[in-house]
Each structure stands twice: as C-alpha cells, then as structure tokens.
C-alpha cells in the first residue's frame, strides 16, 4: 500500500508545484489579484493548474479505489504514467497550449482506467468474496 | 463499503463526463485555450463542470465520513441523491443558467449532510465505542 | 483517528461558508451566471474560495496520509493551524487583496508539511517495520 501513498504525496506536490508557478507569474506579469486573465502566459500556467485540478480530483481517489478494489502495485504504476504524462502536459502548454494533446492523454487517461478499475472491482467485490 | 465505493466511482466518471462536454464546446464553438470565456454556451458547460468540482472535493470525503462514523448503506444513498442532483443541475444549467437551483439543491444538499453527519460521528464515536 | 475525520469535515465546511459568500455575493452585486467577473468584491469572495479549493485538494489527501503514516494526533494540530489560516486567508482577501499572504502562508504551510511528511513516512514505512 506504501506504493500508493508515495504516488499520491508525488501527485500533490507536483500540483503544488504548478501553483508556485502560477503565483510566480502573477508576480512576473503584473497580473494583479483577484484578477486571473490578462496576460497571454500567465494564463497558460494558471490553466495547467486548474486543468491539473480537475485531474487530481479523479486521480485520488481512483488511485485508492483501484488499488483497494484491484491492485496496489499495478495502480501505483498507472500512477507513475500520471505523474509523467501531467510533466509533458504543463511543459507543452506553457510553451504552446495547441501542442498540450499528448500530455493531456498520457495524465488522464491512466486517471480514467483508475476509476474504471476501481467501479469494476468494487462492483465484482461482493461476488468474487 | 462496495457501495459507497461504486457511488464515489460513478460521481467521479460523471464529472469526467461534464469535463468531456467543456472539450467538445470549446471546439463546437471556438474558444481557443487557455482561454475560458467567449461564448456563453462554453461558459455554462464550464461553469457545470466548475461547481461540480467544487462540490465533488466535499462529496468524495464527505461520503468516506458519513460512512465510516455513521452507516454505509445510507452514505451510498445520499450519493445516489447527489448523482441525480447533479444529472438536474447539469441539464438545466445548459438550457437556462437561473433554472439551476433545483438540482444545485438536490446535490448540494445530501452533501453537507454527510460532513455534518460525518461530524457528528467523528465526535460521538469516541464516547459511542 | 477521530481527530482527523473532525478536522477534515471542519475544513469542508469551512469551505462550503466561503461558497455561501461567493453566492450571497453573486446576488448582492448582481453578477450573472455563467459569468464570474464584473465586481471587485464578487470576484475577492470567488477566489477566496478557489484558492481553498486548490489547497483543499492537497489537504485532505495530505492530511490522511500523514497520520496514517507519521502521527494522527500531530497530524490533527497541523490541520487546525490549517484552518486558523484559511480564517485569516478569507477574511484578509476580501478586505485587501494585497493583504492575503499572512492567511495563505499560514495555510499552505502546515499542508505542504502534511503531504512531505506523509511522504517521508510512506517511504521510511517499509523498512520500519
């Protein structure tokens, strides 16, 4: 289970990351708060938190289902392409947000097979007990 | 516990559902990223899928809470009120963005019920037991 | 254990008042949905309230993974620090934004020092024990 955890502590601090990046920019670029647009690449890496945001929502917890419904160490795996798919992403999207596919498919959708594991095994659970 | 654990999986595919019609709408109407304004149709299916996150990081927990102080069967159910909630808030808001109250409601509302029931059974379980 | 779960439905609620305020302040102000821009103040009370969601995401995991992984009861007092901060936080924000970094500081802190120190102790846990 300790697998998991750690690919879930990466998650999160990989999304922290993001938003010392976010607030660097606002910094960088004058864009005063509460304001959030502005400036073109300001709003590139305040997308690739939020966009990473409503990953992570599904992430975690899918995370915590598929490994308790399926696999610890086949969901932290999964986990990992997460991790690299979502490095591509924000990379990709700073530089040019048309180039933000690949990263964007490599992060969600290992997030996706999670909760789909996750609904499969706990749906399959009470037979298979 | 297989059932809030379906419930939890269900609520996260729909709200990767309502991130999916935000995709299709920013293409359908040409709201190039990291833009998030420009056409009042994107912004609704945005905006469903905005609140929808805002409520999901109090459901997913709110359900662990509720079912692990309180009682399972009844966290589950509470979801599934969530789940159709949600489906009314997401329809509506669509067509006529003030028609939304009801299935805000409807979602909203089983949601603080399981953090305050929750709550409440976090702080009675230690005299309970 | 129970300490936590209190911990983790306080900071729920807590977010679920700053939703209330950015509501009252849509009707106050008179800003329509989908749009959430238009008024100083609406948009201080919505970004209150997205800032908490962008760390509520990072807390709650990290919250459990730390006392799960290091100690329940310090893992409790890092969360009420939390939400001491997140009081501060909104309250600063709406009166000046300029003035928010104390709160945030005093917030984000102890949540990035639950999800290292979750971290820390899921990677020391295999060979603790």
């Known amino acids: ?37 502005g400036n073109e690449v300001f709003e590139r890496h305040f997308r690739v938190q939020q966009n990473t945001l409503e990953l992570l929502i599904v992430f975690v917890p899918g995370l915590f289902l598929f ?12 986990g990992v392409v997460y991790l690299i798919g979502r490095g591509i992403y924000a990379a ?3 530089k040019n947000p048309a180039a933000r596919g690949a990263g964007y498919g490599i992060s969600a959708l290992p997030t996706v097979v999670l909760v789909i594991g996750g609904l499969v095994g706990a749906i399959l659970l009470p037979l298979g007990r």
């Open 67 to 78: 490994s308790r419904h399926f696999n610890p160490l086949w969901a932290a795996v999964l």
């Open 92 to 94: 990709s999207y700073v």
């Open 1 to 37: 289970m300790a697998y998991v955890d750690i690919v879930t502590a990466l998650a999160l601090l990989q999304f922290v990351v993001f938003g010392i990046k976010v607030a660097k920019a606002r910094g960088k670029y004058g864009v005063k708060a509460p304001a959030v647009t």
